[in-house]
C-alpha cells in the first residue's frame, strides 16, 4: 500500500445526543456536540480540511427487525434517526470528505468493549471510562465517549488493518487517503 496521508481522525455518533470526536498529532483532542442542524457541519468539514487531511469514521445506523415489532415508539425514533444519518453522510460526501461507515459491533469488538449481556447504562458509562483512559487530555461524558471510541478505532483501525479502511470506503474516495 502506498502511504497514507491522513493527519486527522474524526469519530461521530451520530443522533442529536452524540457527539464528534477529533484527533490530530500534535494537537489537543476535541470533542463538539452534535449540531441541531446538521447543515452546520458543512461549515466545519470545510473548515477541517483547510487545516488537515481528514477521514471520517461514522458509527452505521440501521433499523432492526425487533425494533418494528417490539416498540414501534422505538422504530418511530430510529428512523428519523435513519433520516438524520443520510443527511450527515450526504453532507460529508459533498464536503468531499473520505468516510468510513462502521457498525457498532464493529468497533466495539475491535476495541475489546463489547460485554454480553451487559444493560446500556452500564455499557455507556464503562466506554465512558475507556475513553477517560484513552483521552486524559478530555472531559468524557456520556454524550462524547462513543465519539471518542469511534474515533480511537479509526485510529486503531488505520494503523492495524488500512486495508480493511480500503474495502469499506466509498471506492470514489480512495485516492483521497494516498
Same mark, same amino acid.
Given at each position: 500500500?502506498?502511504?497514507?496521508?491522513?493527519?486527522?481522525?474524526?469519530?461521530?455518533?451520530?443522533?442529536?445526543?452524540?457527539?464528534?470526536?477529533?484527533?490530530?498529532?500534535?494537537?489537543?483532542?476535541?470533542?463538539?456536540?452534535?449540531?441541531?442542524?446538521?447543515? *452546520?457541519?458543512?461549515?466545519?468539514?470545510?473548515? %477541517?480540511?483547510?487545516?488537515?487531511?481528514? #477521514? =471520517?469514521?461514522?458509527? !452505521?445506523? +440501521?433499523?432492526?427487525?425487533?425494533?418494528?415489532?417490539?416498540?414501534?415508539?422505538?422504530?418511530?425514533?430510529?428512523?428519523?434517526?435513519?433520516?438524520?444519518? *443520510?443527511?450527515?453522510?450526504?453532507?460529508?460526501? %459533498?464536503?468531499?470528505?473520505?468516510?468510513? #461507515? =462502521?457498525?457498532?459491533? !464493529?468497533? +466495539?469488538?475491535?476495541?475489546?468493549?463489547?460485554?454480553?449481556?451487559?444493560?446500556?447504562?452500564?455499557?455507556?458509562?464503562?466506554?465512558?471510562?475507556?475513553?477517560?483512559?484513552?483521552?486524559?487530555?478530555?472531559?468524557?461524558?456520556?454524550?462524547?465517549?462513543?465519539?471518542?471510541?469511534?474515533?480511537?478505532?479509526?485510529?486503531?483501525?488505520?494503523?492495524?488493518?488500512?486495508?480493511?479502511?480500503?474495502?469499506?470506503?466509498?471506492?470514489?474516495?480512495?485516492?483521497?487517503?494516498?
Amino acid at each position: 500500500m502506498n502511504k497514507i496521508t491522513i493527519d486527522c481522525i474524526i469519530g461521530i455518533d451520530p443522533g442529536k445526543s452524540g457527539g464528534i470526536a477529533v484527533w490530530r498529532p500534535n494537537h489537543k483532542t476535541e470533542v463538539i456536540k452534535m449540531p441541531g442542524d446538521l447543515m *452546520e457541519l458543512k461549515q466545519w468539514f470545510e473548515y %477541517m480540511k483547510s487545516i488537515c487531511r481528514p #477521514l =471520517v469514521f461514522v458509527e !452505521k445506523v +440501521q433499523l432492526r427487525p425487533d425494533d418494528i415489532t417490539d416498540n414501534p415508539g422505538k422504530a418511530f425514533r430510529v428512523q428519523k434517526l435513519l433520516s438524520e444519518f *443520510e443527511k450527515l453522510k450526504t453532507i460529508i460526501a %459533498m464536503c468531499d470528505v473520505p468516510f468510513v #461507515l =462502521v457498525h457498532p459491533q !464493529k468497533w +466495539q469488538n475491535e476495541l475489546k468493549l463489547r460485554v454480553k449481556g451487559e444493560e446500556k447504562p452500564e455499557r455507556k458509562k464503562r466506554y465512558q471510562r475507556a475513553a477517560a483512559d484513552y483521552y486524559p487530555d478530555v472531559k468524557a461524558t456520556l454524550w462524547n465517549a462513543d465519539a471518542l471510541m469511534i474515533m480511537h478505532f479509526g485510529r486503531y483501525i488505520l494503523h492495524n488493518n488500512p486495508r480493511w479502511v480500503l474495502e469499506n470506503l466509498p471506492a470514489p474516495m480512495h485516492d483521497r487517503l494516498f
